[in-house]
Protein backbone atom coordinates (compact mmCIF):
# COMPACT_ATOMS: atom_id res chain seq x y z
CA UNK A 1 0.00 0.00 0.00
CA UNK A 2 1.18 3.69 -0.86
CA UNK A 3 1.73 5.73 2.07
CA UNK A 4 2.87 8.65 0.96
CA UNK A 5 3.55 10.18 -2.14
CA UNK A 6 7.07 12.70 -2.03
CA UNK A 7 8.71 14.98 -4.73
CA UNK A 8 10.67 12.26 -6.54
CA UNK A 9 9.51 9.88 -3.72
CA UNK A 10 6.64 7.32 -2.30
CA UNK A 11 6.92 5.31 0.75
CA UNK A 12 5.25 1.71 0.48
CA UNK A 13 4.33 -0.77 3.29
CA UNK A 14 3.10 -4.52 2.97
CA UNK A 15 -0.78 -5.55 3.68
CA UNK A 16 0.89 -6.96 6.80
CA UNK A 17 2.48 -3.87 8.04
CA UNK A 18 -0.27 -1.99 6.73
CA UNK A 19 -2.82 -4.15 9.19
CA UNK A 20 -0.70 -2.46 11.98
CA UNK A 21 -2.75 -0.21 14.46
CA UNK A 22 -1.98 3.06 13.60
CA UNK A 23 0.30 3.36 16.33
CA UNK A 24 1.67 0.73 15.55
CA UNK A 25 2.61 2.46 11.62
CA UNK A 26 3.79 5.96 13.54
CA UNK A 27 6.00 3.72 15.83
CA UNK A 28 8.13 1.91 13.13
CA UNK A 29 7.84 5.22 10.66
CA UNK A 30 9.37 6.95 13.63
CA UNK A 31 11.84 4.05 14.58
CA UNK A 32 12.72 4.50 10.54
CA UNK A 33 13.05 8.30 10.76
CA UNK A 34 15.54 7.55 13.56
CA UNK A 35 17.23 4.94 12.41
CA UNK A 36 21.18 5.08 12.27
CA UNK A 37 22.67 1.62 13.08
CA UNK A 38 24.66 1.24 9.83
CA UNK A 39 27.79 -0.59 10.38
CA UNK A 40 29.98 -2.44 8.07
CA UNK A 41 28.62 -5.95 8.55
CA UNK A 42 25.00 -4.45 7.18
CA UNK A 43 26.13 -1.71 4.98
CA UNK A 44 29.35 -2.67 3.61
CA UNK A 45 28.52 -0.20 0.53
CA UNK A 46 28.00 3.08 2.51
CA UNK A 47 24.95 3.42 0.70
CA UNK A 48 22.25 3.78 3.87
CA UNK A 49 19.22 2.53 1.89
CA UNK A 50 18.52 -0.82 3.76
CA UNK A 51 17.38 -1.47 7.55
CA UNK A 52 16.42 -3.86 10.47
CA UNK A 53 14.61 -3.00 13.54
CA UNK A 54 12.33 -4.60 16.46
CA UNK A 55 9.62 -2.84 17.51
CA UNK A 56 7.39 -4.50 20.07
CA UNK A 57 8.63 -7.88 19.74
CA UNK A 58 8.25 -7.97 15.76
CA UNK A 59 11.17 -7.35 13.26
CA UNK A 60 10.92 -5.03 9.98
CA UNK A 61 13.22 -4.05 6.72
CA UNK A 62 13.14 -1.11 5.34
CA UNK A 63 14.27 -0.90 1.74
CA UNK A 64 15.28 2.07 -0.45
CA UNK A 65 15.28 1.82 -4.46
CA UNK A 66 16.36 3.56 -6.58
CA UNK A 67 14.60 4.42 -10.18
CA UNK A 68 14.93 6.74 -13.17
CA UNK A 69 11.81 8.97 -12.77
CA UNK A 70 9.63 6.98 -15.11
CA UNK A 71 10.34 4.41 -13.15
CA UNK A 72 11.28 2.15 -15.72
CA UNK A 73 14.72 1.22 -14.79
CA UNK A 74 17.35 2.06 -12.53
CA UNK A 75 18.37 5.23 -11.87
CA UNK A 76 21.12 6.85 -13.79
CA UNK A 77 23.00 8.22 -10.64
CA UNK A 78 21.02 7.41 -7.67
CA UNK A 79 22.90 10.27 -5.90
CA UNK A 80 21.37 12.73 -7.93
CA UNK A 81 17.78 13.70 -7.01
CA UNK A 82 17.09 15.46 -10.55
CA UNK A 83 17.25 12.21 -11.90
CA UNK A 84 16.04 9.77 -9.38
CA UNK A 85 12.64 8.57 -8.36
CA UNK A 86 12.94 6.77 -4.55
CA UNK A 87 10.79 4.42 -3.24
CA UNK A 88 10.79 3.10 0.38
CA UNK A 89 9.23 -0.12 1.29
CA UNK A 90 8.67 -1.09 4.93
CA UNK A 91 7.81 -4.67 5.59
CA UNK A 92 7.46 -7.39 8.17
CA UNK A 93 11.05 -9.49 8.35
CA UNK A 94 9.09 -12.87 7.32
CA UNK A 95 7.37 -11.19 4.53
CA UNK A 96 10.81 -10.64 2.81
Not at 36 to 50: A, M, Q, T
Amino acid sequence: MRIGNFKNGTVVMTSGVQALSDEGRAALVNGISLFSCFSEDNDPHKERDFGSLEIAGDKFFWKIDYFDLEMKMHSPDAANPDVTYRVLTIMFAHEY
